[in-house]
């Protein structure tokens, strides 16, 4: 799978993506990783990638026209299953099951924003989509675009060492996980479930299934059943 990224922080992108899983991804040629920075579409002297918005108002907007030309360039390779997504609030929710579904895709790219944000007739015009990581408001769409990156390099087969964690990643069962312990068995009287120690693991898959429905309910009663089918 190939992700594309319109950044004007491309080593932030290309530095963060190269550490831990996505980076021995990249490296296994399971994912392909390309920066693109509007910047380099600009025709003025100074670069200049952004201006004041009409209506007045604080900040600055991400003009159409560098950040239109470096998704056309992002575009070339000419892959079929190519989806652009521009990070910011006001887009749908990211979940399991839209990350699940763009790994699916030959391509991705993904549009961060800074400043205000982009002018709206770019998104209206070059983006099939728009993806929240939640109802807040972070300086850039790159660690945005990090994050999605993270979390659809690991669903893809032979990017975990055993297939099956994605699949009991917490939210792939459209459940919370279950708690995790390891060593020491004790911690100042504090002790592991002991059916944890017990070696049955039919009771110890109960047991966790039990505990992740409870976390559920518990923490996160609003997530209907998300089964997923992952594609391996
Ligand atoms: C954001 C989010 C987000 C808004 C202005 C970048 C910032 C700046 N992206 N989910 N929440 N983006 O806050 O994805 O352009």
Not at 48 to 61: A, E, S
């Amino acid at each position: 799978m190939r992700f594309d990224v319109i950044t004007l922080f491309p080593e932030m992108v290309k530095q963060t993506a190269q550490v831990g899983v996505t980076g021995k991804a990249i490296e296994n040629k399971i994912v392909t990783l390309n920066v693109w920075n509007p910047r380099d579409y600009t025709h003025d002297r100074h670069k200049t990638v952004d201006d004041r918005p009409f209506g007045g108002g604080q900040g600055m907007v991400m003009k159409y026209q560098p950040l239109h030309d470096a998704v056309n360039a992002a575009k070339e390779v000419n892959l079929t299953q190519c989806k652009v997504v521009y990070l910011s609030p006001q887009g749908k929710p990211l979940n399991q099951v839209l990350l699940h579904e763009a790994g699916q895709l030959s391509q991705l790219i993904l549009v961060a924003g800074r400043y205000e944000g982009v002018d709206e007739r770019f998104i209206q015009r070059d983006c099939d989509e728009e993806w929240s990581l939640g109802d807040y408001v972070i300086s850039g769409g790159e660690l945005a675009a990090l994050i999605v990156i993270d979390a659809i390099t690991r669903l893809l087969p032979n990017v975990l060492g055993n297939e099956q964690s994605a699949l009991q990643d917490s939210h792939s069962s459209g459940l919370l996980d279950y708690p995790q312990f390891t060593r020491p068995e004790t911690l100042d009287g504090d002790a592991v479930p002991d059916i944890l120690l017990s070696g049955h693991h039919a009771d110890i898959e109960r047991w966790r299934m039990k505990q992740a429905l409870g976390q559920t309910w518990q923490k996160r009663p609003d997530l209907e059943k998300r089964k997923i089918k992952c594609k391996y």
